[in-house]
C-alpha cells in the first residue's frame, strides 16, 4: 500500500531513473549469493532490470533511431504490486479464484467474440474502405466547414450546400476539377471570373481518422467501439452519410443484436456459474474445517477431563465436603448455595443465547459452556434481597430479549425508518414554516424513539452482545450524533447538518449480511483493478494531453485522482471511446499510437 501512494504521489513529468534506493537495497541485503539477496525477489529484479534499462537509455535511442520506444514505460509493471494483498484476504481470494477458474470457458467465449468481430470487421473493411474521408469544403477559400462529417461522394448520402463542395484529399481527382462542376463555379467562369483554388485542409476522418474501417485493425476497433454500444448510432449515421441508408442499417443492427446483446452477456453467465461453484467449494472448505476443529477440541477436553478425573482423591472429597458444611452453617442467612454448573453457568447462557443473531461467531461458544459445566463445584452464597433482585432483572432481560428478537419489533423499526425517511424526502425548496416546524418535531420525536430502541437493545443483549454487531455499531454511532445534532440545533449553536439521513442506512437490514459481505469483497478486489489500471495510466499518459489548440481534456492521467476518476469513467461505459481517442493521438496517431489502444480495450472488458 505504501508502495501504491507512492506511486500515487508521482506527478507523471520524469526527468530520469533514480537508482539510490536499489543501491541501498543492494548494500543492505546483498546482491545474490545471500540468502534474501537483492536479485533472489521477483520484483526486485525487475526494478533491477528497469534501472540498468534506464541507465542505457541514450544508447538504446540512438539505435532505435526515434522508433517512440520509451523504456521508462517499463516502471508500469510496479503497478501490479497491489495484488500482493489479495494473498492476505481469504474472502478476495475466492473472488479471484472464481475468474481465475472462469479463464478457461471464458477463453471459448472470448474466441467465439473474436470470431464475431472478424467477421464484421472484415465486411466492413469491404463495404466501407475509406468511405468516411470525405467532408464538404469551401470551394473557394478551401475551408473545411465547421463540425465536419462525412458526405457522398456518388450522390446517394449527405450532400453539401451552398458554397461547399464534397471532396476527398485520398482521392486522385483534383480540387479543381470537383469545384468546376459546381453551380457557383460554372458562374464564375461565364463571368471570366476565375478564383483561385487553393488546396484544401486536410481531413482525416471522424475522430481524427481513428473512426473508419480502412484497414483490418482500424476496422476491428471500430466494430469493437460499436459492439460496446457507445457512440455505434453515430458511427452508423456517418456512414449513412456517405454511403446512403440502403443497407448500412443491415450491418449495423445485426452486429450489435449478436455482438452485444448475444455474445456479450454470455460473459457474464460463465462468470456467474463459477462463482457459484466457487463459493459452494468455499463452504465446503469451511464446514470441514470447524468440523475438523470441532473434533479436536472435545478429544482434547475429553482427555482433559479424564486426567482430572483419575487424579482425585477420596480424602480430599471428604475433606471438601466438611468445609462445605462448614460454611452453611456459618452462612445460615443465605437463601440458597449455588454451584458454577447450574444457576450462574445459567446466568451466563441467558447472557449468551443465540450469540450468532447478534453477530457473534458461533465457533467456540458451545464449548464454553460445556468446559464451565464440567468444571470442579465449589459453592457461594448469596442474599436474599440479592437474589430477589437478580430474579426480578433476569425476568426483565428475558422478557426484553424476546421483544427484541420478535419480528414484530424488527418490522416496527423498519417502518419507523421508512417514516424517517418520507419526513427526509418532504424537505424542498421554497417550503412553507409549519413543514419546517412539523421536520423538527418529527425529528425529535425519531430520535427519542431510535434511542429508546437503542437502550432496550443494551439492556436485553447486554453491552459485549450488543457492539458485537456491524448494524448495532452503526445504530449507535448514529443515534449518538443525532443526540448531539438535536442538543446543538435546539440551542441555536449551529444549523442542521443533515446526520438523520444516516438512518436510511438502516434499510440494508432488509438484506442478508453474507450478500453485502460479498459485495464488499467484489468493492474491495475493484478497487485494487482500478488503482492498477490508474497507475498504469499515469505512466501511460501522464503530461501527454496536451494538444495545440485546444484545452486540455477533463479525462486525463496527469495525478493519480484524475486518473482514478478517468478509469472509472471508462469503467461506466461513459465516453470511454473519446479517452482511447486522445490516448491515440497523444502518440501522434503513430504504430504506437494505435497499440496503446489495447490499455482501453483492457480496461474495458476486464474491468466491466
Same mark, same amino acid.
Given at each position: 500500500?505504501?508502495?501504491?501512494?507512492?506511486? +500515487?504521489?508521482?506527478?507523471?513529468?520524469?526527468?530520469?531513473?533514480?537508482?539510490?534506493?536499489?543501491?541501498?537495497?543492494?548494500?543492505?541485503?546483498?546482491?545474490?549469493? =545471500?540468502?534474501?539477496?537483492?536479485?533472489?525477489?521477483?520484483?526486485?529484479?525487475? *526494478?533491477?532490470?528497469?534501472?540498468?534499462?534506464?541507465?542505457?537509455?541514450?544508447?538504446?535511442?540512438?539505435?532505435?533511431?526515434?522508433?517512440?520506444?520509451?523504456?521508462?514505460?517499463?516502471?508500469?509493471?510496479?503497478?501490479?504490486?497491489?495484488?500482493?494483498?489479495?494473498?492476505?484476504?481469504?474472502?478476495?481470494?475466492?473472488?479471484?479464484?472464481?475468474?481465475?477458474?472462469?479463464?478457461?470457458?471464458?477463453?471459448?467465449?472470448?474466441?467465439?467474440?473474436?470470431?464475431?468481430?472478424?467477421?464484421?470487421?472484415?465486411?466492413?473493411?469491404?463495404?466501407?474502405?475509406?468511405?468516411?474521408?470525405?467532408?464538404?469544403? *469551401?470551394?473557394?477559400?478551401?475551408?473545411?466547414?465547421?463540425? &465536419?462529417?462525412?458526405?457522398?461522394?456518388?450522390?446517394?448520402?449527405?450532400?453539401?450546400?451552398?458554397?461547399?463542395?464534397?471532396?476527398?484529399?485520398?482521392?486522385?481527382?483534383?480540387?479543381?476539377?470537383?469545384?468546376?462542376?459546381?453551380?457557383?463555379?460554372?458562374?464564375?467562369?461565364?463571368?471570366?471570373?476565375?478564383?483561385?483554388?487553393?488546396?484544401?485542409?486536410?481531413?482525416?476522418?471522424?475522430?481524427?481518422?481513428?473512426?473508419?474501417?480502412?484497414?483490418?485493425?482500424?476496422?476491428?476497433?471500430?466494430?469493437?467501439?460499436?459492439?460496446? @454500444?457507445?457512440?455505434?448510432?453515430? #458511427?452508423?449515421?456517418?456512414?449513412?452519410?456517405?454511403?446512403?441508408?440502403?443497407?448500412?442499417?443491415?450491418?449495423?443492427?445485426?452486429?450489435?443484436?449478436?455482438?452485444?446483446?448475444?455474445?456479450?452477456?454470455?460473459?457474464?453467465?460463465?462468470?456467474?456459474?463459477?462463482?457459484?461453484?466457487?463459493?459452494?467449494?468455499?463452504?465446503?472448505?469451511?464446514?470441514?474445517?470447524?468440523?475438523?476443529?470441532?473434533?479436536?477440541?472435545?478429544?482434547?477436553?475429553? +482427555?482433559?477431563?479424564?486426567?482430572?478425573?483419575?487424579?482425585?482423591?477420596?480424602?480430599?472429597?471428604?475433606?471438601?465436603?466438611?468445609?462445605?458444611?462448614?460454611?452453611?452453617?456459618?452462612?445460615?442467612?443465605?437463601?440458597?448455595?449455588?454451584?458454577?454448573?447450574?444457576?450462574?453457568?445459567?446466568?451466563?447462557?441467558?447472557?449468551?443465547?443465540?450469540?450468532?443473531? =447478534?453477530?457473534?461467531?458461533?465457533?467456540?461458544?458451545? =464449548?464454553?459452556?460445556?468446559?464451565?459445566?464440567?468444571?470442579?463445584?465449589?459453592?457461594?452464597?448469596?442474599?436474599?434481597?440479592?437474589?430477589?433482585?437478580?430474579?426480578?432483572?433476569?425476568?426483565?432481560?428475558?422478557?426484553?430479549?424476546?421483544?427484541?428478537?420478535?419480528?414484530?419489533?424488527?418490522?416496527?423499526?423498519?417502518?419507523?425508518?421508512?417514516?424517517?425517511?418520507?419526513?427526509?424526502?418532504?424537505? =424542498?425548496?421554497?417550503?412553507?414554516?409549519?413543514?419546517? *416546524?412539523?421536520?423538527?418535531?418529527?425529528?425529535?420525536?425519531?430520535?427519542?424513539?431510535?434511542?429508546?430502541? @437503542?437502550?432496550?437493545?443494551?439492556?436485553?443483549?447486554?453491552?459485549?452482545?450488543?457492539?458485537?454487531?456491524?448494524?448495532?455499531?452503526?445504530?449507535?454511532?448514529?443515534?449518538?450524533?443525532?443526540?448531539?445534532?438535536?442538543?446543538?440545533?435546539?440551542?441555536?449553536?449551529?444549523? &442542521?447538518?443533515? #446526520?438523520?439521513?444516516?438512518?436510511?442506512?438502516?434499510?440494508?437490514?432488509?438484506?442478508?449480511?453474507?450478500?453485502?459481505?460479498?459485495?464488499?469483497?467484489?468493492? #474491495?478486489?475493484?478497487?485494487?483493478?482500478?488503482?492498477?489500471?490508474?497507475?498504469?495510466?499515469?505512466?501511460?499518459?501522464?503530461?501527454?494531453?496536451?494538444?495545440?489548440?485546444?484545452?486540455?481534456?477533463?479525462?486525463?492521467? *496527469?495525478?493519480?485522482?484524475?486518473?482514478?476518476?478517468?478509469?472509472?469513467?471508462?469503467?461506466?461505459?461513459?465516453?470511454?471511446?473519446?479517452?482511447?481517442?486522445?490516448?491515440?493521438?497523444?502518440?501522434?496517431?503513430?504504430?504506437?499510437?494505435?497499440?496503446?489502444?489495447?490499455?482501453?480495450?483492457?480496461?474495458?472488458?476486464?474491468?466491466?
Amino acid at each position: 500500500m505504501a508502495n501504491c501512494c507512492a506511486l +500515487g504521489a508521482i506527478t507523471p513529468y520524469p526527468d530520469g531513473d533514480s537508482n539510490t534506493l536499489n543501491h541501498i537495497l543492494i548494500i543492505a541485503f546483498g546482491f545474490v549469493m =545471500h540468502p534474501g539477496a537483492y536479485l533472489r525477489n521477483a520484483w526486485n529484479i525487475l *526494478d533491477f532490470t528497469i534501472v540498468i534499462l534506464g541507465l542505457l537509455q541514450p544508447l538504446i535511442q540512438q539505435m532505435v533511431e526515434q522508433s517512440g520506444v520509451d523504456v521508462k514505460a517499463l516502471r508500469a509493471f510496479r503497478v501490479l504490486r497491489p495484488l500482493r494483498l489479495v494473498s492476505g484476504l481469504p474472502s478476495l481470494q475466492v473472488v479471484l479464484n472464481s475468474i481465475m477458474r472462469a479463464m478457461v470457458p471464458l477463453l471459448h467465449i472470448a474466441l467465439l467474440v473474436i470470431f464475431v468481430i472478424i467477421i464484421y470487421a472484415i465486411v466492413g473493411l469491404e463495404l466501407f474502405s475509406g468511405k468516411l474521408h470525405a467532408t464538404c469544403y *469551401d470551394f473557394v477559400t478551401g475551408e473545411i466547414e465547421d463540425n &465536419p462529417s462525412p458526405c457522398s461522394l456518388n450522390q446517394r448520402g449527405a450532400l453539401c450546400t451552398g458554397s461547399t463542395i464534397c471532396y476527398d484529399f485520398k482521392l486522385d481527382m483534383s480540387y479543381a476539377a470537383v469545384a468546376e462542376r459546381k453551380q457557383q463555379a460554372e458562374a464564375i467562369l461565364a463571368g471570366n471570373i476565375t478564383p483561385p483554388l487553393p488546396q484544401p485542409e486536410r481531413w482525416v476522418g471522424p475522430n481524427y481518422g481513428i473512426t473508419n474501417f480502412d484497414n483490418f485493425g482500424l476496422s476491428m476497433l471500430t466494430v469493437f467501439q460499436c459492439i460496446t @454500444m457507445e457512440g455505434w448510432t453515430q #458511427v452508423l449515421y456517418w456512414v449513412n452519410d456517405s454511403q446512403g441508408m440502403l443497407y448500412p442499417w443491415i450491418y449495423f443492427i445485426s452486429m450489435i443484436i449478436i455482438g452485444s446483446f448475444f455474445v456479450m452477456n454470455l460473459v457474464l453467465g460463465v462468470l456467474s456459474g463459477e462463482f457459484s461453484k466457487e463459493r459452494e467449494k468455499a463452504k465446503k472448505r469451511g464446514k470441514y474445517q470447524k468440523a475438523r476443529e470441532q473434533m479436536q477440541f472435545e478429544e482434547d477436553v475429553q +482427555g482433559y477431563l479424564d486426567w482430572i478425573s483419575a487424579a482425585e482423591d477420596i480424602s480430599d472429597d471428604e475433606e471438601t465436603t466438611n468445609k462445605e458444611d462448614e460454611k452453611e452453617k456459618k452462612f445460615h442467612w443465605c437463601a440458597a448455595c449455588r454451584t458454577t454448573s447450574s444457576s450462574a453457568t445459567d446466568d451466563f447462557e441467558e447472557e449468551e443465547e443465540d450469540p450468532s443473531e =447478534h453477530g457473534l461467531d458461533d465457533g467456540g461458544g458451545g =464449548h464454553r459452556s460445556q468446559s464451565s459445566s464440567q468444571q470442579h463445584q465449589y459453592f457461594f452464597c448469596i442474599p436474599l434481597k440479592g437474589r430477589r433482585s437478580r430474579r426480578w432483572n433476569r425476568r426483565c432481560r428475558r422478557s426484553c430479549r424476546r421483544l427484541v428478537k420478535s419480528q414484530t419489533f424488527y418490522w416496527i423499526v423498519i417502518v419507523l425508518v421508512f417514516l424517517n425517511t418520507g419526513v427526509l424526502t418532504s424537505e =424542498h425548496y421554497g417550503q412553507p414554516p409549519w413543514l419546517d *416546524d412539523f421536520q423538527d418535531m418529527a425529528n425529535i420525536v425519531f430520535v427519542v424513539l431510535f434511542s429508546i430502541e @437503542m437502550l432496550i437493545k443494551m439492556y436485553s443483549l447486554g453491552i459485549r452482545c450488543y457492539f458485537d454487531f456491524m448494524f448495532n455499531r452503526f445504530d449507535f454511532f448514529v443515534v449518538i450524533c443525532s443526540i448531539i445534532e438535536v442538543v446543538l440545533i435546539q440551542t441555536k449553536v449551529m444549523p &442542521p447538518l443533515g #446526520v438523520s439521513v444516516l438512518r436510511c442506512a438502516r434499510l440494508l437490514r432488509v438484506f442478508k449480511v453474507t450478500s453485502l459481505k460479498s459485495i464488499v469483497s467484489l468493492l #474491495v478486489l475493484l478497487f485494487l483493478f482500478i488503482v492498477i489500471f490508474a497507475l498504469l495510466g499515469m505512466q501511460l499518459f501522464g503530461g501527454r494531453f496536451n494538444f495545440p489548440r485546444e484545452e486540455k481534456p477533463r479525462s486525463n492521467f *496527469d495525478s493519480f485522482y484524475q486518473s482514478l476518476i478517468t478509469v472509472f469513467q471508462i469503467l461506466t461505459s461513459e465516453d470511454w471511446n473519446e479517452a482511447m481517442y486522445n490516448g491515440i493521438r497523444s502518440y501522434s496517431n503513430s504504430r504506437v499510437g494505435i497499440m496503446v489502444c489495447l490499455y482501453y480495450v483492457i480496461l474495458f472488458i476486464c474491468g466491466n
